[in-house]
């Protein structure tokens, strides 16, 4: 399964952005997707996940509110709409897929999860 993460770039506090993750060339319904990030000199850090059916989601406390993680199956892409981004919010985001659908369950551990996407690089300025 291959990940292509887009959108990152450069923004002032309060903008928006939206990421998203390609994964052309899989049965995309079989994975539940979630974002994560890391800041420099600090671990990898879950952000938001999305149910294969796009029914569940779940987000750490820091970006609730602000962040929308959302899924469209047939164009085999997952989205994370960010708004009201502040400073710390700044990391390489990477989205994830895992394979092991468990009904009502989101992993938040990055070892969890089985493929990785490259990265995109989100710069919030202040």
């Known amino acids: 399964v291959q990940l292509q993460a887009s959108g990152g770039g450069l923004v002032q506090a309060g903008g928006s952005l939206r990421l998203s993750c390609a994964a052309p060339?899989?049965?995309?319904?079989?994975?539940?997707m979630g974002w994560f990030r890391q800041a420099p000199g600090k671990e990898r850090e879950f952000v938001a996940a999305?149910?294969?059916?796009?029914?569940?989601?779940y987000y750490t406390n820091s970006v609730k509110g602000r962040f929308t993680i959302s899924r469209d199956n047939a164009k085999k892409t997952v989205y994370l709409q960010m708004n009201s981004l502040e400073p710390e919010d700044t990391a390489v985001y990477y989205c994830?897929?895992?394979?092991?659908?468990?009904?009502?369950?989101?992993?938040?551990?990055?070892?969890?999860?089985?493929?990785w996407g490259q990265g995109t690089l989100v710069t919030v300025s202040s």
């Open positions: 994830a897929a895992d394979e092991d659908l468990r009904p009502g369950f989101l992993a938040t551990l990055p070892g969890r999860y089985d493929y």
């Open positions: 060339g899989c049965t995309f319904t079989g994975y539940d």
């Open positions: 999305i149910s294969w059916s796009a029914v569940t989601t």
